[in-house]
């Protein structure tokens, strides 16, 4: 077996097996925990808490405006890369047919030039974000070894992605077997890491949210 | 702190899980504007406990052990923050509304204060403060028993102080700021209160609103503290316990007495605004226009952002036609103080509060407002020190006290 079928055959069933299995554990790890039942009187019904908790995915995913001129460049710059990430992830051809193997359902994407174009931004962007990380005090000082390998695991996919289409610096078929190796590394991290926020982003804002609408508080 | 690790909720797991370390709660945190010192990070402020948690009781806490890739809490280290969940931490909630993953950070932080508390690092003026309350009701020894001194404020003003009634609709309790520092707000709840027409009463055996246990972080002493009022306001067949403008005493009776007690309240808990503003709504309660020309509110944090009630202060002042000039940050997302979560009472914690005050200060200013409205005796004594500390002109005034001049018509008695 050559290094790409490794990459694509063995080492990509066991790293999508520990993804799985690593992700359910650690959910269920802080889920199955006891849940205390608010005994005080809610201010708002419980449609009207749920719809607000809805409503908070929403609306967190943007600054209130009174918050807007201290954080909004470093948000955008946040969700920036992310919606370049989705777009390499979701809208490049290959990438489809994977996805297509692993659900059934595959979808158009992208031209190929602009997925490198993408590619080329979503990179700068993910410097950008290593360089605010490090100069920015209150950041440096709440990192850990977490952020930062997650944040190398994901550009080593995104390099060697980029390497690979580009058919930069070794045959394509290595670069390409490098490519899904450095994927296969980014599941088996996933649930140890920061990575796992995927999962919680929306939950945490619904919960929080409907939480602080069952006592009217601002959210 | 395995103790600590041990208790924390599906709830807080979720959130301590959920960080990802993007540090933007800082940037609604007015310790860490004024200083732009890091430390001042809300999520920071709970770095041990996240530590505690991920090391002792998160999913992969035995891995995390074995590779020793967290280190166990110091006592040292806890020391230290006693200053960050302390002495830079107004409990304000603020924080909570800025994170993009949804993290209610104020609550993680009012619970690493129990774990504080537990661990014997409660600040000796809150500590304190809480043990004299737990055991007497009373934060402070006096020389007068609260009960007594209601009654003589009562003699001052020439109002009836209902006291020690057996029976009433509405219970009704008392910031000890109030009868230290405001005895008119106490004669004007009463003024209202007979305005009103409802039948109501303090109880000496749960006279006060304040919660030290709260602040401090003792669980078990808030429920103490908490179930004096509960237990007064069964007592007389309440159906209403009225709060006062306190707005942490707000937050432990309304938001937290039931789970301490064990069980729902059988009576409802409403701030004293919220209640006016009920009244008038129900034609109760008539108000005439008040002269106080412009004028700007000081949104108490517990009642307003973290409590929900943001209407009823500004529905009151409108029926008085006020002029209200509202601060740049207002409502929901109003600065605190500086002195809630206790810090006012924290005597080394004052140089860093009067630096976060500047900002605050600043933004009254800038309304133009003459007059300085609030509905919270910490507030205003936080604003009265910080009076005297920069020379600064404006005296905060009481809603409560404003709706009590401001009465007019029959009300309902007559």
């Known amino acids: 077996m050559d290094l790409l079928g490794f990459a694509r055959g063995p080492a990509l069933k066991v790293a999508l097996a520990i993804f799985c299995l690593g992700v359910a554990w650690r959910i269920a790890g802080f889920a199955l925990l006891r849940i205390r039942r608010d005994l005080n009187k809610p201010r708002a019904s419980p449609a009207k808490f749920l719809t607000e908790g809805l409503i908070a995915v929403g609306t967190r995913s943007w600054p209130h405006p009174e918050f807007i001129g201290r954080t909004g460049a470093g948000e955008a710059l946040g969700y920036s890369y992310h919606l370049g990430l989705f777009a390499l992830v979701l809208l490049f051809g290959p990438h489809i047919a994977f996805l297509g193997s692993l659900f059934g359902i595959t979808w158009p994407g992208l031209p190929s030039s602009l997925i490198t174009v993408i590619s080329v931004l979503t990179l700068a962007l993910f410097l950008a974000v290593l360089f605010r990380r490090v100069t920015n005090p209150v950041m440096r000082m709440l990192s850990n070894f977490d952020d930062y390998f997650s944040w190398f695991i994901t550009m080593l996919v995104l390099g060697t992605g980029l390497a690979a289409t580009a058919h930069i610096g070794a045959p394509y078929q290595t670069l390409l077997a490098l490519h899904i190796l450095s994927f296969d590394a980014l599941l088996v991290w996933f649930p140890f890491g920061k990575l796992m926020h995927a999962f919680y982003i929306f939950p945490s804002r619904a919960i929080n949210g409907a939480l602080l609408a069952r006592k009217g508080a601002t959210s | ?414």
């Not at chain 2, 806490?61 to 931490?89: M, N, Y």
């Not at chain 2, 003792?218 to 007389?236: H, M, P, T, V, Y």
């Open chain 2, 1 to 414: 702190m395995s103790g600590f690790a041990r208790e924390v909720g599906a709830l807080s797991a979720f959130r301590l899980e959920s960080c990802i370390h993007c540090g933007i709660c800082a940037d609604a945190c007015h310790f860490y504007i004024a200083t732009e010192d890091p430390q001042y990070t809300p999520i920071w402020k709970v770095e041990p406990f996240k530590q505690a948690y991920k090391r002792e009781s998160s999913p992969f806490a035995p891995l995390i052990r074995l590779l020793g890739l967290k280190r166990e809490v110091t006592a040292d280290q806890l020391e230290q923050w006693q200053h960050l969940l302390f002495d830079s931490c107004n409990m304000c909630g603020r924080c909570s509304l800025i994170c993009p993953m949804g993290i209610d950070v104020a609550a993680l932080i009012e619970q690493a204060r129990h774990a504080m508390f537990e661990a014997g690092l409660a600040p000796k003026e809150l500590y304190q403060k809480a043990a004299h309350q737990k055991l007497t009701g009373q934060p402070e020894p006096s020389a007068e028993p609260y009960s007594a001194q209601l009654i003589a404020i009562g003699e001052r003003f020439g109002v009836d102080i209902p006291l020690d009634k057996p029976e009433a609709e509405v219970m009704l309790c008392v910031p000890r700021t109030d009868i230290e520092h405001y005895p008119a707000a106490v004669a004007a709840l009463a003024r209202v209160m007979k305005h009103l027409g409802v039948s109501c009463t303090f109880r000496s055996d749960g006279l006060v609103a304040e919660n030290y246990g709260y602040y401090a972080g003792g669980k078990d002493w808030q429920r103490e503290i908490s179930r004096r009022l509960i237990d007064q306001a069964i007592a007389c067949n309440a159906k209403t316990l009225l709060v006062p403008e306190c707005g942490h005493a707000y937050a432990a009776l309304r938001w937290e007495a039931a789970d301490l007690y064990g069980k729902p309240l059988p009576f409802r808990v409403l701030q004293v605004t919220e209640y006016l503003a009920e009244q008038l709504q129900q034609g109760r309660l008539r108000l005439a226009a008040a002269a106080a020309g412009a004028t700007t509110f000081q949104d108490p944090c517990e009642s307003v952002r973290k409590g929900g009630i943001n209407h009823a202060p500004r529905t009151l002042m409108k029926a008085m036609g006020i002029d209200l000039h509202e601060m740049k940050n207002h409502g929901g997302f109003s600065f605190c103080c500086g002195g809630g979560g206790g810090v006012i009472d924290i005597e080394r914690a004052a140089p860093l509060r009067y630096r976060t005050m500047e900002n605050k200060l600043r933004e009254i200013d800038d309304t133009g407002a003459q007059t300085f409205v609030t509905s919270c005796s910490d507030c205003r004594r936080t604003f009265d020190d910080a009076q005297a500390h920069f020379n600064w002109q404006k005296k905060p005034q009481s809603l409560l006290e404003l709706v009590a001049n401001n009465l007019t018509g029959a009300g309902n008695t007559e």
